[in-house]
């Protein structure tokens, strides 16, 4: 509503199809105007890390539209995994995301759908070239807490060398390997639950697997 009458004598009024919680981006104070709204849940900003309120006046509740990477009931909490994201989401399609890894934003590229290593989400860990040194058997990459080359796991499979935050802070009940022998692409499966894959690699113990030796020919 206006703040004074027009040259009339009349006073501009408007109704507006939303309000200041659900469309905060939209909306600008100024002197030249009132803005009168219902009484709203929104009014105390229960929405975390930039979570759009969404109010329902008939019930006196809300509702939380998270941004990509959160979830919850006030969007407090951040994507860990791929696997999560599919579990939540029911999302299928591969996708760029950022998990919040150790607190701390990632951008990785989650492998969804059947590729190779069957439904569910996958979250990339490491890209190994075998024509280079970066990962040898004796390189400290095994057994640091140190990425390496973080772009890498924004760009699925392919040949750069990656090694991401999520090798020592990702707990896993299957790993998926990707080999590329001439040109040919192809994946296992192997059953192993841990912590994380630097939990199964960084003390250079011998650790069983569920695969036989035919399975690697």
Known sequence: MAASKEAEGEVWCELLSSDKYRDAENYNENTSSHHFSFQSSCSSSPCQNRGTCIPNYKYHSYECLCEQGFVGEFCEKGL???????????????QLVTLRVDSKPVSVLCHMGVFGCGNGG??????????????HYHATYWS????????????GFDRQETKLPTYWNTSFSKICLGMEIDQQLRFIVINKQADSLYSLI??????????GRNKWK
């Open 122 to 135: 996958w979250t990339p860990v490491m890209k190994i070239d075998g024509t280079k040194s970066t990962f």
């Open 202 to 211: 960084a003390d250079g113990r011998y650790r069983a697997t569920s695969l």
């Open 144 to 155: 640091d807490h140190e990425e390496y080359n973080l772009p890498g796991g924004k760009t």
């Open 80 to 94: 860990k995994s791929c696997n999560e994201l599919h579990n939540v989401y029911r999302s299928y399609v591969s």
